[in-house]
């Protein structure tokens, strides 16, 4: 299978899959904003011209949330989510989704506003706006943990994947942890696992 990659982006979540599930994988990386991505060429495998990007024989997967339940579904054997019939499934897919639902849209403005956009079209209002949105879903995250979980909905699962990467990326951009000691600890867990090392040192 193969995917494509741009570091420092959504397409890390799918770099650490592959290494959590210890499945075989070719590895196409672009820089963020790479003419290559607006190829007519890429743009047939996602026609925003984005990553992650997911290639599987003759099926093409995008969205990362997509892409983690593809593969969980055809390669995963079970591993990295609970079973439907589990207690925790319905709070696996509640975290699963919440990344791209709550968190991502306010991460992507502040990226946007803070990093690529000159400093005469910035907008500080809406930095602040989304700043204050996301570190209220942070609380939600937060309060989730504080009942002695060290993961989003069991085990470690593909929700930690889409969420946890999630509150890595909120940390980077600098949300106020300093009242979320168990987001910050959560996020030291998630950055410390082996196969997460190894996606970062992937391209």
Known sequence: MRIHHAPNSRSVRIVWLFEELGLPYEL???????????????????????????????????????????????????RLRPAIDSPDFPT???WLHYAEGMMMPQVNIIVVETLFLPPERRNAENVTRAMKLLNRMLTAVEAHLADGREYLAGGFSGADIMTGHACIAARRIKADLA????????????????????AIEAA
């Open 179 to 198: 009242d979320k000691p168990h987001v910050e600890a959560y996020v030291d867990r998630l950055t410390a696992r082996p196969a997460y090392q190894r």
């Open 28 to 78: 196409q990386v672009y820089k963020l904003g790479d003419p290559a991505m607006r190829s007519p060429e890429y743009l047939k495998l996602h026609p925003m011209g984005r990553v992650p990007a997911l290639e599987d024989g003759d099926v093409t997967v995008y969205e990362s949330g997509a892409i983690v339940e593809y593969v969980l579904a055809r390669y995963g054997d079970g």
């Open 92 to 94: 696996y897919l509640q």
